[in-house]
């Protein structure tokens, strides 16, 4: 079985400052993780993936996300928050050893105050 | 191409009847999912196709639900027989396989809410 924890369900910044979005995930076989991202009434967007190669992975709006085999994780990161930024980010994951689904954590919003 | 389509957007129905949810994926996406999300939840997986092959269901998946892409072109999810907790957000997701750039990327429709009274 494969799942995902996003240990946080809020995530408040302010703007200008760093953020991180924090990602932990279980699979049997190679893990391939995503980002993605929900604004108010939109639907789920692409961030960004990791299938292989280099652990620090970088995506759309600036963002990136650092894959770290020993402590599975895959947290989502960016230098500057800014205030458009402030959505509902899912974490996922599937077993790239076989063809399959992805599954999705529970959610962080993250909130970015002006 | 227009991305993935959902019908309808929103259905309101009384506990007990069918309703039934088309998407019609990307063109040259080979796999389809559909997945339900409640309010503070992720997206829960409940089936994909691979062309018109159903290659998986989840097991929280009552016999109420079923799925078809008969063409291995659009899809559709039915429910039979609804109730109250089947009230929720119905996604149709598609995706490229191999190895291209942006294989494995889901690709969101916008949803259809179901509401059962």
């Known amino acids: 079985a494969q799942s995902v924890a996003q240990p946080e369900d809020q995530v408040n910044v302010a703007e200008g400052n760093p953020l991180t979005v924090k990602c932990t995930y279980s699979?049997?076989?190679?893990?391939?993780l995503f980002w993605y991202v929900q604004y108010p009434n939109r639907g789920l967007q692409f961030l960004l993936k990791?299938?292989?190669?280099?652990?620090l992975v970088k995506g759309s709006y600036g963002f990136e996300a650092e894959f770290n085999k020993s402590q599975t994780s895959f947290h989502l990161k960016k230098p500057s928050a800014l205030v458009s930024d402030s959505a509902l980010y899912f974490c996922?994951?599937?077993?790239?050893?076989?063809?399959?689904?992805?599954?999705f954590g529970d959610g962080t919003t993250l909130t970015v105050k002006p | 191409d227009t991305g993935v389509s959902q019908d309808p957007r929103h259905k309101i129905t009384k506990r007990g009847q069918n309703v039934t949810f088309r998407c019609d994926p990307i063109?040259?996406?080979?796999?389809l999912y559909w997945y339900r999300q409640t309010l503070g939840q992720g997206p829960e997986f409940l089936t994909y196709f691979q062309n018109e092959a159903q290659l998986e269901k989840s097991r929280l998946l009552s016999d109420r639900f079923s799925a078809e892409r008969p063409k291995g072109s659009f899809s559709t999810l039915e429910i039979q027989r609804t109730e109250q907790g089947d009230s929720a957000m119905y996604l149709c997701?598609?995706?490229?396989?191999?190895?291209?750039?942006?294989?494995?990327?889901?690709?969101f429709g916008a949803g259809s809410r179901l509401t059962v009274l």
């Open positions: 699979v049997s076989g190679n893990p391939y």
């Open positions: 063109s040259e996406h080979n796999r």
């Open positions: 996922a994951v599937r077993d790239g050893t076989n063809a399959g689904k992805s599954t």
């Open positions: 997701a598609s995706s490229l396989t191999g190895v291209k750039s942006g294989a494995n990327v889901l690709t």
């Open positions: 990791y299938i292989t190669g280099d652990n």
